[in-house]
């Protein structure tokens, strides 16, 4: 592996002449030459004197090639957030800048360099959107408690989204996903939001976006939608992330993930099973999406990963065919759900989950990072994969008790941390992540054959 050092650009090509039929890598780091960077002046402030690097990498699309260079569209996700203890039975996050707005920035990549340039934070008549959860009572709640760096409790406007995935409208503007609703937002150029659409409300409900199937509000907090695509024909295509918690007791059990097919000419949806790799973790929840991204009506390319049962990470892309996938709503009945269905009984009642092969193991070729959250398609032997960085930020317990774990301290309601429910002397900070985990990764990834 060579590695080379351009203004701040490392470079590197991984390959295997030696094997027959390898897949060939060109890495790189992606700079921002307009200085881009979030702004940060709160209480750990001084950890991060530049500011906090940008999270791009949530999703991402290829808009052309200009000459010899390669041109890309991509969207960061709900901003720097990091885990923190529970608040009584809610899980919490720490968002350290409550203001930010996701972004979407071009990416070109041309003359060794990848290079992020305008940002523009995604809006809507009010002003800038932030990346808060939605509040308790309306579907696409997770049920977080959203704190400051100083453990307050933030709270949202219901405006919050936490995009993932990005890709064209056919008419100049984009299809953006959430995982929060999970919603698909439709925004132009400039990242104004034109339309959302969200599970349909059942009688008794709230939502604020409507016109996907309501089954969709199982999916597990956080883990909505985490890709999609725009098909040929004009349809969307988004992952849901995991296997659906149907009343809390499907996510360990079920066998695939949904693709949820919307139409946005007649707003007629479908969903279709992708088989998860059962057999490779602890439990089927582990399973997560990374992104998608279409090859023909029929076909996509698709991000598997997650921790298997050795606590190893696997990050797979496969090809998936969808042409003899069934459509699900016809199956899900209340009880009867096809979440609930080993694989005997999804033939039974004559479910045909989606084909896949694989196309590429990320970890073979060298891929280091935890996620693989961005997946373009540039021609038929030719892909790009791009990684979430988290905005290089992370909590550390401070003064921690002997012994124990995060997830072993609560939050009370005068904002103390305590240990089986006695106030402690610990405290959580805000610290970088270490290269190479802050770091924004971008493969230009070639196959050995066109995929077919």
Partial sequence: MKIKTISLIISCALSFSGLAAQPHAEHYIVSFPEGARVSYSGAFASAFPDGLPVGIGSGLLFTGKQGDALTFATVTDRGPNADSPDVGKHESKIFVTPDFAPLLMNIRV???????????????????????????????????????????????????????????????????????????????????????????????????????????????????????????????????????????????Q????????????????????????SQAYSKNSDAKIGDIVALDNQHILLIEQGSDKNDAMRNLIYKVDLSAAT?????????KYPESDDEKALAQRGIKLAAKTLVVDLRQLGWQQEKAEGLALIDSKTL?????????????????????????????????????????????????????????????????????
């Fill in 110 to 252: 041309q003359n060794g360099k990848a290079e992020a340039t305008d940002a523009r934070p995604l809006h809507d008549d009010k002003g800038n959107i932030n990346g808060l959860p939605l509040q308790d009572g309306v579907i696409g709640s997770t049920n977080e408690v959203a704190l400051s760096d100083t453990l307050k409790v933030l709270k949202g406007d219901n405006r919050g989204l936490d995009t993932e995935g990005i890709t064209p409208d056919g008419k100049g503007g984009y299809w953006l996903c959430d995982e929060y609703g999970p919603f698909l937002i439709n925004v132009d150029q400039r990242g104004k939001i034109l339309a959302i659409h969200g599970p349909q409300a059942n009688e008794g409900e709230k939502s604020i976006a409507s016109g996907l199937p309501n089954i969709l509000k199982w999916r597990q907090p956080n883990r909505g939608f985490e890709g999609l695509t725009r098909m040929p024909d004009g349809r969307i295509i988004a992952a849901v992330q995991s296997t659906l918690d149907i009343n809390g007791k499907s996510k360990k």
């Fill in 384 to 452: 790009a994969v791009a990684n979430d960085n988290d905005f290089g930020v992370k909590t550390v317990m401070q003064n921690p008790v002997e012994g124990k774990k995060r997830k072993d301290y609560r939050l009370n309601e005068k904002g103390e941390l305590t240990v089986e429910g006695k106030p402690v002397a610990t405290t959580i900070g805000v610290k970088p992540l270490k290269k190479p985990e802050s770091d924004s990764e971008l493969w230009i990834v070639t196959l050995p054959e066109p995929l077919k």
């Fill in 327 to 335: 459509d699900l709503a016809a199956f899900d009945k209340p009880g």
């Fill in 254 to 277: 079920a066998r695939f993930t949904r693709l949820v097919s919307f139409d946005p000419a007649t707003g007629k949806t479908a969903m279709y099973g992708y088989p998860i790799d």
